[in-house]
């Protein structure tokens, strides 16, 4: 049986639908000979109990043997599932029980087939209750499938709750409780599984939004499905792998110089948001740009001189005076601490007449917005980075609308502004023109969540586009390294305490090729 920790092709739960139905047809096909046939109870059944005995073998895998396995079974197939890995712990003669949300009555005819392989091999059934004790073992959550949408109905919100608050070990199938496969939000509630085992295909809701925090682990299995059958479906998104983006960045001739590896400016850093301004500008360098300049408040000079000598600083007062610095560079960086100030918008009216190709973050982004400074930007060469709350400013929705879809608002700032679009967050999604799959990063952790994070990932996406990267890879090879190198420092010291800056010297090892 096909065991990966991950697929990085990701589909939508329509698509996954597809995927079963003509994996049920092939499995048809197979057992009578030919196609069109009528579809029987034992034939169909075939993939639930792959799915369960994959779920079981992985339960046994993680935890060992529990003192009692508990499994919460909904109406579907999603409880099929269920009712298999209580017959197979039966069957082993582990302490098993069943607590059903369903009667058989309203249970799909392949649930009730594997309900019914549950009785024969003597699990334990209990109709659920508030009193039921969950004081031990691991709970599987065989609850809700992929069809999931909308407000939780009782009881499965009351079982939920009481699945977290007992604290116990997880295991959720297929996909927790609660958690949409599309988006990555949520019902009201949903389960926190330390483990998710998924099947067929892994869905894009599992490592964006909520996704990564309550799936746990995720592990996936094929089911033994024919490669051919993957063929005729198109994912929807895809994890990036930061080995193969790797392949992309340039190799240096040895007789190599500067002029080589791109100018980039960084632009911002207005009154109190100088540090801004200089993480974009040092996470250039330490990306490997040829050459870095600043454009900041005059105030900010010194500071930043001392801090990173090899920056060319300049301080200007006015839009005027930036015009004749942006004759030299190659790659704009604007945003990092811009400001909303006159100031701020003179430097970002300067910047978007040059025609260069732009990293364009963090107040740039807002100005943008509000569609005065910059009333119809066609974002020709653009790469925007922004996080939620600046990604409902550019749609003029709110942050719970991006975060309810973060994949239609991904892609719908791409398709308003014609640029390459990063939306920043748990499982941070990259669209780009003319691409009808969504990237999804697979790095990054909570320590990410403290002030700084995104300029310095601004310096990197940008320094890789000054490099001759096109836009859509230095987008997605930047935000792999940013995270990655993240992942690094927290392993080696911590959640807690994360700076910004402390990114840097392991990004530069990544550059050079000790990944992770």
Not at 19 to 25: G, P, R, Y
Not at 308 to 337: A, C, F
Not at 355 to 372: C, H, K, Q, T, W
Request: charged letters at 15%; glycine letters at 10%.
């Amino acid at each position: 049986m096909s065991h990966i920790v991950i697929q990085d092709a990701l589909y939508g739960a329509e698509s996954v639908r597809k995927l079963d139905q003509l994996a049920l047809d092939a499995l048809l096909t197979a057992s009578v000979g030919g196609p069109g046939a009528a579809p029987t109870n034992s034939s169909s059944i075939v993939l639930m109990k792959r799915a369960g005995r994959a779920a079981f073998n992985e339960l046994l895998e993680a935890f060992g043997t529990p003192s009692l396995i508990t499994v919460f079974c909904g109406s579907g197939n999603n409880a099929g599932d269920g009712y298999i890995v209580a017959t197979l712990a039966a069957e082993k003669s582990l302490a098993v029980r069943v607590v059903e949300l369903s009667t058989p009555a309203k249970l799909s005819a392949d649930a009730l087939t594997a309900r019914d392989y549950a009785v024969d091999a003597g699990v334990i059934f209990a109709p659920f209750n508030e009193s039921i004790d969950l004081s031990e073992g691991v709970v599987v959550d065989a609850l809700l499938g992929i069809g999931a949408s909308g407000p939780m109905r009782e009881p499965y919100g009351a079982a939920i709750e009481m699945i977290n608050q007992a604290a116990l070990p997880v295991l959720a199938i297929d996909l927790p409780s609660g958690l949409y496969a599309d988006s990555g939000a949520t019902a009201a509630v949903a389960i926190s599984a330390d483990i998710t085992v998924t099947f067929i295909a892994a869905k894009q809701g599992m490592f964006t939004g909520r996704g990564p925090a309550l799936c746990g682990e995720v592990i996936y299995h094929s089911l033994d499905v024919d490669e051919d059958i993957f063929q005729q479906v198109a994912p929807s998104a895809q994890l990036m792998d930061l080995h193969e983006l790797m392949e992309y960045l340039p190799l240096r001739d040895v007789d190599a110089y500067k002029n080589q590896f791109g100018h980039s400016m960084v632009i911002g850093g207005d009154h109190s948001f100088g540090g801004a301004a200089m993480m974009a500008a040092e996470a250039a360098l330490r990306t490997g740009s040829g050459l870095v300049s600043m454009a900041t408040r005059p105030v900010h000079v010194a500071g930043a001189l001392a801090r990173q000598p090899e920056v060319m600083v300049s301080g200007i007062i006015s839009g005027q005076e930036l015009e004749p610095l942006l004759d030299k560079p190659s790659v704009l960086i604007v945003g990092p601490g811009l400001g909303r100030s006159p100031w701020s918008e003179q430097l970002l009216q300067k910047a978007v007449a040059t025609g260069l190709p732009m990293l364009v973050d963090a107040d740039a982004l807002n100005i943008i917005a509000e569609g005065r400074v910059v009333p119809q930007p066609q974002g020709s060469g653009w790469i925007m980075t922004p996080h939620p709350a600046e990604a409902a400013r550019l749609l003029n929705v709110s942050v719970a609308e991006v975060q309810a879809d973060r994949f239609a608002a991904v892609r719908q700032i791409q398709e308003k502004y014609n640029a390459v679009v990063l939306l920043k967050g748990a499982g941070t999604l990259i669209a780009a023109p003319g691409d009808e799959v969504i990237a999804v990063c697979p790095y990054g952790n909570p320590g990410m969540a403290t002030g700084g994070m995104g300029d310095v990932l601004s310096g990197i996406v940008g320094a890789l586009l000054a490099q001759g990267l096109e836009a859509k890879l230095a987008a997605q090879l930047g935000c792999c390294l940013h995270s990655a190198a993240a992942d690094m420092a927290v392993e080696e010291q911590g959640v807690r305490g994360l700076t910004a800056t402390d990114l840097l010297g392991y990004l530069r090892k990544l550059l050079n090729g000790e990944l992770s």
